[in-house]
């Protein structure tokens, strides 16, 4: 497995046999049509139909995410894990974005894994934005265990007024939750 993964690292830095290139500002990414169609739905429709400019010029465009991203993503493709780092929620919405699920996953329980006061508001716009289940579920166990200082927090009172419906949910879950330990 290592030497595939070498092999793979080495046909991604060597840029060998590309076929597709990818515009993101002012780098340009060679990548290979097999690995982003057997990976990514929306690749892999982008290249099925014969007629669309991309297919037509070789080239895409990715004006919404940063190279670095893109990259983290290309990795993912070819040796299945990638150094996340403190893109992880850029990368969870390019994966939503071009359909790559288990990448998505990956970076949903990462973020699960960094919840804390500080940037539980931004993962509840992530929650509002995408489906995201397995971090709005530990959200709600963020929550849960730290109710007492949590709920009479800024940050409390930003997600209710910014997410009343996700607010309501974590609340039910809590109350749930808490019901079931009695």
């Not at 006061?117 to 971090?135: F, G, H, M, Q």
Request: charged content about 25%.
């Amino acid at each position: 497995m290592i030497n595939l993964q070498n092999t793979f690292r080495s046909m991604l830095e060597k840029e060998t046999s590309t076929d597709f290139v990818i515009k993101v500002g002012d780098e340009v990414i060679k990548a290979h049509r097999c690995v982003l169609a057997q990976n990514s739905e929306v690749f892999q429709k982008m290249f099925e139909q014969n007629g669309m400019t991309e297919v037509l010029n070789g080239d895409v465009i990715i004006s919404d995410y940063t190279p670095e991203c893109v990259r983290a993503m290309l990795e993912f493709f070819l040796y299945w894990r990638t150094i996340l780092g403190s893109h992880v929620d850029d990368i969870f919405a390019i994966s939503d974005k071009y359909k790559v699920e288990l990448l998505k996953y990956e970076c949903e329980l990462i973020m699960a894994n960094l919840i804390d006061s500080e940037n539980i508001v931004k993962y509840c716009r992530i929650i509002n934005l995408y489906d995201a289940p397995t971090l709005e579920k530990a959200c709600a166990n963020f929550i849960r265990i730290y109710n007492e200082t949590f709920l009479k927090s800024k940050e409390w009172e930003e997600i209710k007024n910014n997410y009343p419906q996700l607010a309501l949910q974590f609340t039910e879950k809590v109350i749930a939750d808490l019901n079931k330990q009695k």
